[in-house]
């Protein structure tokens, strides 16, 4: 893999004195700076201080100077070299980050070309979107990227609508898709698996070849263990009865992992448990070597981190705890690529830390599962969690009280609650016509269908920036996008116009080199001053030749 070369991260020639002996804080932080050159450390004997020299040329005798002594080098590191290189060349991207799939189209086709003309990977967010239109989609990718290995699309775990989820699978088998992002799974499903199984065939040295490669966001061990481990062979023999595996299919899958890539979610936004990255990782880093050691794969499955990285010194972090690759989310959903409006993407740039709310999943709803919205300038979380409330408390939309029908039909759904059902009883007629049936024999059923229309069309409000809705955007955001406006802030990527999914990638990898190379030096015993763990956006480079 070819670094991304520079000679210091703003880009400035080294000066002539450059390779000069520095023992001030401030000029030994300078030169730390410097991650793409290796660094000499110094001891001056008569003082005792510790000092660097920016080092071209490694002298095997130790002798750095007269008036000093060669402790060591400090080698120098690149943005490409944080993570996994295994990572990078399973799936040919140049960096060993992810820019995930955002549902209903939020993660666009754009998005996904630009990522991985840059060298780096992404996901379109076919989730919640109809067949016409993700096909559509996935014929674009397939027409712009071809030959290229490093996209995908997301496959959305519905529970309420597994016909839905397996029309999507059969369909990214048919055409092609190299990759696939299994998301919000709480178990494994027949159409998972199918994406898994399907065209698994041997080499010639007897290895497992996968027709494409499989990753899973998870955010609970037991989910982790269902990926990390082979598909359970009743649901292999279920495919290879339906006619959907042959038998060779399903006995090679069972000799893997269901994925080989596993990214831990903490407090992300969307479906997300809020558990701290710190402790979900090395948990299921442990679990993954312990199932490793049980089934005796060849390859241990590599071990992402999302949830909460918005800044270079968040990324650093994941990568210190021993993450293979990180993948972010929140942020890219304010990058100009974004399908969301604009006026949406404003909203997001004006967030803070504490500006999110859980609400429950349109998805699934009747289930209690909740995600991660943003709060400030919109009441969905709110207007979401009051319809939750009442379907627990109600055994249909006749047994609401008056008052409580009022509100609900003037504040939230700016219609009789019957105007609603006509509307929502289409829908489904075109969609799943089963899901009509058993409406009109459950009257909760029922229920649960008409609150989940404002759920459904509040993400579409925010997508399309529908202005009379603006109080009902529902806008999927974790506080990594709040720590990102404070660390944008004054630099050109506090300017929307300058967030593209690209310029911030490149950024919070470049920031994550630079501390990471300082917390290096301050091992080394360095006087780092405080200013080298930072790092302020700039406008980088976006060459992305991968080899």
């Not at 400035?12 to 000069?20: E, F, G, N, Q």
């Not at 029908?405 to 003037?410: F, G, H």
């Not at 049936?437 to 609150?451: G, I, P, Q, S």
């Not at 990898?509 to 917390?519: F, K, P, Q, W």
Request: with cysteine.
């Amino acid at each position: 893999m070819t670094p991304h070369i520079a000679l210091s991260p703003n880009g400035a020639a080294p000066t002539s004195d450059d390779t000069a002996a520095r023992f001030a804080p401030e000029e030994i932080t300078a030169l730390v700076a410097e991650i793409r050159r290796p660094l000499a450390l110094l001891l001056d004997p008569s003082t005792g201080r510790r000092g660097v020299r920016l080092e071209p040329h490694f002298r095997p005798d130790g002798a750095a100077h007269a008036s000093t002594q060669l402790l060591g080098v400090l080698p120098a590191i690149y943005p490409e070299w944080l993570g996994s290189s295994e990572f990078c060349a399973a799936h040919h991207t140049r960096f060993p980050y992810l820019a995930g799939e955002m549902s209903t189209g939020i993660a666009t086709t754009e998005m996904v070309e630009k990522l991985a003309g840059a060298g780096l990977m992404g996901f379109f967010g076919a989730g919640g979107l109809r067949e016409r239109v993700v096909r559509e989609a996935v014929q674009r990718l397939g027409r712009s990227l071809r030959g290229r290995e490093n996209w995908g699309v997301n496959l959305l775990h519905s529970p309420s609508e597994p016909a839905v989820e397996t029309r999507t699978a059969r369909l990214l088998v048919e055409l092609g898709v190299p990759a696939v992002s299994a998301s919000a799974y709480l178990d494994l499903t027949p159409a998972l698996v199918l994406c898994v199984a399907r065209g698994l065939r041997t080499d010639r040295s007897g290895g497992v070849v996968r027709p494409r490669r499989v990753l899973a966001k998870v955010s609970r061990p037991e989910t982790a263990e269902r990926f990390m481990s082979p598909a359970p062979a009743p649901l292999l023999r279920r495919l290879v009865a339906d006619g959907e595996l042959s038998a060779e299919e399903a006995a090679l899958a069972a000799r893997i992992p269901v994925a080989e890539d596993v990214t831990v979610e903490a407090d992300s936004g969307g479906h997300t448990d809020n558990r701290p990255l710190g402790i979900m990782l090395p948990a299921i880093r442990a679990l993954r070597d312990r199932l490793a050691g049980s089934y005796g794969h060849p390859r241990p499955v590599r071990v992402g981190a999302a949830g909460g990285l918005g800044t270079p010194a968040a990324v650093a972090a994941a990568f210190a705890l021993g993450a293979d690759y990180v993948l972010t989310g929140s942020v890219n959903q304010a990058a100009v690529e974004s399908g969301t409006s604009a006026e949406g993407r404003r909203m997001l740039a004006e967030a803070d830390l504490t500006d999110t709310a859980m609400a429950p999943a349109a998805d699934m709803f009747e289930m209690g599962v909740r995600l991660q919205v943003l709060r400030r300038g919109t009441m969905f979380a709110g207007r979401a969690g009051l319809l939750y409330e009442l379907y627990q408390a109600h055994g249909s939309l006749e047994e609401i009280p008056a008052r409580r029908r009022t509100q609900l039909e003037e504040q939230i759904f700016r219609m009789p609650l019957e105007a609603v059902w006509a509307e929502t009883a289409r829908f489904w007629a075109s969609r799943d016509p089963a899901q009509v049936t058993l409406a009109e024999k459950d009257a909760k059923h029922r229920m649960a269908l008409v609150f989940r229309w404002y759920l459904g069309r509040s993400s579409r409000w925010a997508i399309t920036g529908d202005p009379g809705r603006r109080a009902d955007y529902q806008i999927w955001c974790g506080p990594a996008m709040g720590a990102f406006n404070r660390w944008a802030a004054g630099s050109f990527l506090a300017a929307l116009e300058h967030r593209t999914v690209v310029q911030i990638a490149l950024n919070l990898m470049e920031g994550a080199a630079v501390i990471t190379r300082a917390h290096q030096a301050r091992t080394c015993g360095l006087p780092v001053t405080p200013a080298g763990f930072g790092f302020v956006p700039r406008r980088l480079a976006e060459s992305g030749a991968v080899r």
